[in-house]
T-cell receptor, first 111, second 114 residues
Framework: NAGVTQTPKFRILKIGQSMTLQCTQD?????MYWYRQDPGMGLKLIYY???????DKGEVPNGYNVSRSTTEDFPLRLELAAPSQTSVYFC??????????FGPGTRLTVL | DQQVKQNSPSLSVQEGRISILNCDYT??????FLWYKKYPAEGPTFLIS?????DKNEDGRFTVFLNKSAKHLSLHIVPSQPGDSAVYFC?????????????FGKGTKLSVKP
């Protein structure tokens, strides 16, 4: 039982490039989330999903897209990367509305 | 406007003593509160939670107290151990009807000195 896995661990992008952050969970959780954490700040919700085929915006969705074709996977797509998207990205999943299980994070730098 | 506030960025405590981490919130719609612990280069891990219908929840060395009238909660760690050194995030849920959305504070970095 690996829990929530994220790839890659680190990535450096140039301005304008695009990339997909991968997230997979093996706990059969219906709920999945993407957060970003900027230095000295709390986690902010980017997008979330309550089940396969259903996604919705969180607090800071601009510049990102998501899809949820399976229960296990919830990739986050960055189009036209900008320096403001330099952050640590965390994926999480849960069965209930409350206790969430987090992956180890992806550290992204946009130069 | 921050809905969940952790006003102390850091806290240093001696091993064996009590650590008290504080959290304030502004939205009376919040009905569930959680504490997460985060080590460097790892994701946050769930520590303890409390429903708004309770004023205390205890789990081993960790106790969370909720004061709804003051919109304040606190996490007590007794006794503190060096392995407790981490960043602690307070989070709240229930606002806006969006299931599962947690609103996080900025975190408090706890250092427990041997």
């Amino acid at each position: 039982n690996a829990g929530v896995t994220q790839t890659p661990k680190f990535r450096i992008l140039k301005i304008g490039q695009s990339m997909t952050l991968q997230c997979t969970q093996d706990m059969n959780h219906n709920y999945m989330y993407w957060y970003r954490q900027d230095p000295g700040m709390g986690l902010k919700l980017i997008y979330y999903s309550v089940g396969a085929g259903i996604t919705d915006k969180g607090e800071v969705p601009n510049g990102y897209n998501v899809s949820r074709s399976t229960t296990e996977d919830f990739p986050l797509r960055l189009e036209l990367a900008a320096p403001s998207q330099t952050s640590v990205y965390f994926c999480a999943s849960s069965t209930s509305t409350y206790e969430q299980f987090f992956g180890p994070g992806t550290r992204l730098t946009v130069l | 406007d921050q809905q969940v506030k952790q006003n102390s960025p850091s806290l240093s405590v001696q091993e064996g003593r009590i650590s008290i981490l504080n959290c304030d919130y502004t939205n009376s719609m919040f009905d569930y509160f959680l504490w997460y612990k985060k080590y460097p280069a790892e994701g946050p891990t769930f520590l303890i939670s409390i429903s708004s219908i309770k004023d205390k929840n205890e789990d081993g060395r960790f106790t969370v107290f909720l004061n709804k009238s003051a919109k304040h909660l606190s996490l007590h760690i007794v006794p503190s151990q060096p392995g407790d050194s981490a960043v602690y995030f307070c989070a709240a849920s229930g606002y806006g009807g969006s299931q599962g959305n947690l609103i996080f504070g900025k975190g408090t970095k706890l250092s427990v000195k041997p």
